[in-house]
């Protein structure tokens, strides 16, 4: 099947195929071709010109898109998106006063989805979990990791890691897979963490990796959580499987787990909102992809990852969601690069690069996703009439999309 975009009013985010990721001042560039045309070919990109250009003679159909831009869907490279139930009562807590921390502490917050999840049969965790996905889709996204982590004993994350596979196997987008188990300390193991790591790591893990459920590791590197040295432990354990880390790392506290995530050659180390200079210094000339955050930093009034010292250190940076119950309760990737710029001061084409080919790396999807490139997979975004690309983060809350493309086809 061949479909022939004609009369598209910018084509955003053209690259060649060795480019993976953009750093530093790269960020700043996003490359267009004005007044474009663009040809589908079954499930790719198959070339591509400005209009002066456009072949005769093709047989394709065609789809007129005046006044509107085409460019990759986003991609998602860090989110929560199975889970169970919601947990709207914390949010009333914390607007009565109360802190994320303390409602951690009273039992809340990641142990209280835990129970939910726990209780909840896996049909409807995947019916619960496939609405989201379809939503954040039909919101532009083209590619999503999803991790566990609200299991936390060794049935309910692999139940999770099931969905997640389900998802994958049921949806055209790719969907990388993710075992949190290192999530929190359950309530259980409170005076004894160190035999939560050991359930983890010598009993749970080597399932994960027997059933082939998960391609990444992760761990909540965090005061009140898991350690450096936890940390070091986990993914020490996992490489030996192959799984390579994504981690949470710095969220309220900066320990040196940006440090141990490097030095384990972690594919991203996210979250990021208290950074200090051991940690720029570790992410320096490694392959590394920061992951910031800004929804989160939005819905729990906490400190937005520093991107533009991030950036402006020559480090590249991705844009993900991070969609929870807890502390994220949205997968809208238009919000984020519209947070991205307006709290984080990143320019519009730093926000379009974070949320697109660097967020396709931080997913080791960047062979394949993340730009608009011959041979990629055709999965893209059609605006509606905006009156230029800097529209989408500006005019936040609105909806710019007209219609997603995934594999070639509308979704
Ligand atoms: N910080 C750790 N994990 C999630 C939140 C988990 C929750 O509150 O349910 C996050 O990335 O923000
Ligand atoms: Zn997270």
Partial sequence: MEILFTNIKELLQIREPEVKKVSGKEMKELPTLKNAWLLVKDDQIADFGTMDTLPENSNASRIDLKGKMLLPTWCDSHTHIVYAGNRELEFADRINGLSYEEIANRGGGILNSAKTLQETPEEEVFEQSKARLIEVMQQGTGAVEIKSGYGLTEEA???MLRVIKQLREKFELPVKSTFLGAHAIPAEYKSTPEKYMDL?????????AEEQLAEYIDIFCEKGYFTVEDTNRL????SKFGLRPKIHVNQF???GGVKAGVDHNALSVDHLEVMNEDDYEALKGSDTMPVALPSC???????????RKIIDSGLPLALATDFNPGSTPSG???LVISLACIKMKMTPEEAINAATINGAYAMDLSETHGSITKGKKANFIITKEIPSYTFLP???GT???ESVYINGKKI
Avoid: R
């Fill in 235 to 238: 993914l020490e354990a996992a």
């Fill in 394 to 396: 500006y005019a936040f």
């Fill in 200 to 208: 983890v790591i010598n009993e749970i893990l080597p399932k994960v």
């Fill in 253 to 255: 506290n900066a320990i």
């Fill in 157 to 159: 994350e692999l139940k």
């Fill in 399 to 401: 909806n710019s999309i």
């Fill in 332 to 334: 809208n990737m238009n």
């Fill in 297 to 307: 930093s939005l819905f729990l009034s906490i400190p937005y990852t520093p991107a």
